[in-house]
């Protein structure tokens, strides 16, 4: 191969492989104790449901995420722990990064998309959030794909492996992808999923 040839499939190689768009902006202050006395207040809610469910709704505001399954909020280090679908977990966030016991995930914005890849609960996860799109692997062997089909509401399919039908409603502030709050969206949209088989 001539010599000139070999830095060109190189560089090509490497653009293939680099993730789309730019780390997303996710670390800020830690809270204070006042804040963590508040009333909680819910900016946006997540819903998902499948068939013969009564499905799942985990709200959010700025320091907690609240659900059935879920009770997550940042702690005075700044970190985010707590119950997440029924898991225990301890986070560390920042610029486009969630690490933690079996997570490795970055999360980047690549104009109206946000796309989020790594390891979620010890498995691969690979989600795209587009204005009318929402599909990928969201882990556990699963895949997802969803249309947006009215106002806030998204349906399609979360195959498990089986595919079954699903609805997934998004309310105030979670409407506005990919402008939402991050972490704590992302967190309420994976903990109302159903674990894989």
Do not use: K
């Not at 009564?54 to 879920?70: D, E, H, I, K, Q």
């Not at 933690?100 to 946000?114: I, P, Q």
């Not at 992808?177 to 969206?185: C, F, L, R, S, T």
């Not at 992302?186 to 109302?192: D, S």
């Amino acid at each position: 191969m001539p010599r000139i040839l070999a830095p060109a499939l190189l560089l090509v190689a490497a653009c293939a492989t680099a993730p789309r768009g730019v780390p997303l902006p996710m670390a800020s202050t830690a809270p204070s104790s006042v804040d963590l006395a508040g009333t909680y207040q819910p900016e946006g809610e997540v819903f998902v449901a499948l068939p013969r469910t009564a499905g799942v709704t985990n709200s959010y505001g700025r320091y907690r995420v609240v659900g059935p399954s879920t009770s997550l909020s940042r702690n005075l280090e700044g970190r985010w722990g707590g119950t997440l679908g029924g898991q225990t977990v301890l986070l560390d966030v920042t610029d486009g990064r969630i690490r933690g016991a079996g997570v490795e995930l970055t999360v980047r914005r690549d104009g109206d998309a946000l796309h989020v890849s790594g390891l979620w609960r010890n498995a691969r996860l690979d989600l795209d959030f587009q204005p009318t799109h929402i599909g990928g692997t969201p882990g556990g062997g699963c895949s997802l794909d969803l249309r947006l089909t009215e106002g806030t509401t998204w349906r399609g399919f979360l195959a498990c492996p089986n595919p079954d039908a699903v609805t997934v409603r998004l309310e105030g502030a979670a409407m506005e992808v990919p402008d939402v709050a991050m972490p704590q969206w992302l967190f309420a949209f994976l903990g109302a999923l159903p674990d894989g088989p």
